[in-house]
């Protein structure tokens, strides 16, 4: 019902949430056991979640829809998943040694595919870009435009 200009019986409806117009609704949110089982880094991008235990079924369909031409590219993609994934998962559970292990293997292994991919096809972002001397960003072939991981 409106009383107004953007005026609702339940207030002014922009740019705020509808307050006691809204109902109230409780996420469900899994909680996750210390040292809990993981996917590969690949898999994990592919599921969406790093954690067969947090597996979402609307993955599936985006999982058969994801093709990676660029080897080297979806490496360092499913690396960068997965650093996320543990990041999260230790904000909750801080004193996994196993996990803190996995986070900074993958972060290192990270570091060091991304350096090498950037020497043979350039910069991944624009702040890589700052390092070469030049301004590259935008510079062909973008990062996914390289097939097969050959310009």
């Known amino acids: 019902m409106q009383m107004e200009n953007n005026t609702h019986a339940?207030?002014?409806?922009?740019?705020?949430?509808?307050?006691?117009?809204?109902?109230?609704?409780?996420?469900?949110?899994?909680?996750?056991?210390t040292n809990p089982q993981t996917y590969s880094q690949q898999e994990g991008l592919a599921n969406g979640t790093l954690f067969p235990g947090l597996n979402l079924p609307f993955f599936r369909d985006i999982k058969s829809r994801f093709s990676c031409d660029n080897q080297a590219l979806c490496e360092l993609m499913a690396l960068d998943f997965a650093i996320t994934e543990l990041g999260l998962y230790l904000d909750t559970h801080k004193n996994d040694k196993d996990a803190f292990a996995l986070f900074s293997n993958y972060v290192r292994l990270y570091q060091e595919g991304k350096e090498k991919y950037e020497k043979q096809y350039g910069p991944l972002n624009q702040t890589a870009a700052a390092r070469s001397g030049s301004y590259t960003w935008l510079s062909d072939p973008w990062p996914w435009e390289v097939e097969g991981g050959k310009a």
């Open 10 to 33: 339940c207030g002014v409806m922009e740019g705020k949430l509808p307050g006691s117009c809204a109902p109230m609704v409780f996420p469900y949110i899994p909680m996750q056991e």
